[in-house]
């Protein structure tokens, strides 16, 4: 069942400008992913963050997480064009499976 | 690098036609996952195998069945397909990380169009 949700459900933001997007989850978890996708494609991992961990970088992506709050974000800093794209947030019950938000699509506008 | 690939990127089907979705990966990944993915819903699982032969259901099984003969090959069988199923099919894989870091590895997806 879908666990996580992200907020907003679409961006437009423009290039060199940062862009931030949230995901929240319903039950307790292992670790939180986030996910690319571009259009028409598949998903591609960008990070992953558990959950005793409370920020992590990995190049221009910074994700911090808030498990009292049930809650993650996904800042994309300095945007660029290729960074167009749907993002997800999925949660890892530590049962192989991951639980999938609705993702968030971003556009970056020239 | 980890590939996934799906034996078509288009479909387009008839009502009532059996329907089958394979998809390969070649990094003797142990978790493979098949996914639909339609607008505003998210990803949801449809089923996923853990090991050759073994199969579980995930969030929507109805209407369709798995297969998994090989250790890198994952079949999904639309017994009878249904306009309900049009839809975008996404393949994964996962290693077995035994640490809960299970990343998940995408195919590219096919999209299914039942008429």
């Known amino acids: ?110 | 690098d980890v590939k996934v690939t799906q034996s078509s990127r288009y479909l387009v089907k008839r009502t009532g036609e059996k329907v089958f979705l394979e998809c390969v990966q070649d990094m003797d990944h142990e978790n493979m996952f098949w996914y639909r993915q339609d607008p505003g819903l998210g990803l949801r699982l449809i089923y996923f195998s853990y090991d050759v032969k073994m199969k579980e259901k995930g969030d929507i099984p109805e209407g369709y069945s798995v297969s998994r003969e090989k250790k890198e090959r994952f079949s999904l069988i639309l017994e009878s397909a249904s306009t309900n199923q049009t839809s975008m099919y996404l393949c994964a894989s996962s290693p077995l990380a035994g640490d809960g870091t299970d990343t998940q590895y995408f195919g590219p997806g096919t999209r299914l169009t039942v008429l």
């Not at chain 1, 959950?51 to 945007?79: F, M, P, Y």
């Open chain 1, 1 to 110: 069942s879908q666990q996580g949700e992200e907020d907003p459900q679409a961006l437009s933001i423009q290039e060199g400008e940062n862009a931030t997007m949230n995901c929240s989850y319903k039950t307790s978890i292992n670790n939180l992913q986030w996910y690319r996708q571009n259009s028409g494609r598949g998903l591609v991992h960008l990070i992953l963050i558990r959950s005793n961990e409370r920020e992590k970088h990995s190049g221009r992506l910074r994700v911090t997480l808030d498990t009292s709050k049930k809650s993650s974000s996904l800042l994309i800093t300095a945007s660029r064009a290729a960074d167009t794209a749907s993002y997800f947030c999925a949660t890892d019950n530590n049962d192989y499976k991951l639980s999938f938000g609705a993702g968030t699509t971003v556009t970056v506008r020239a």
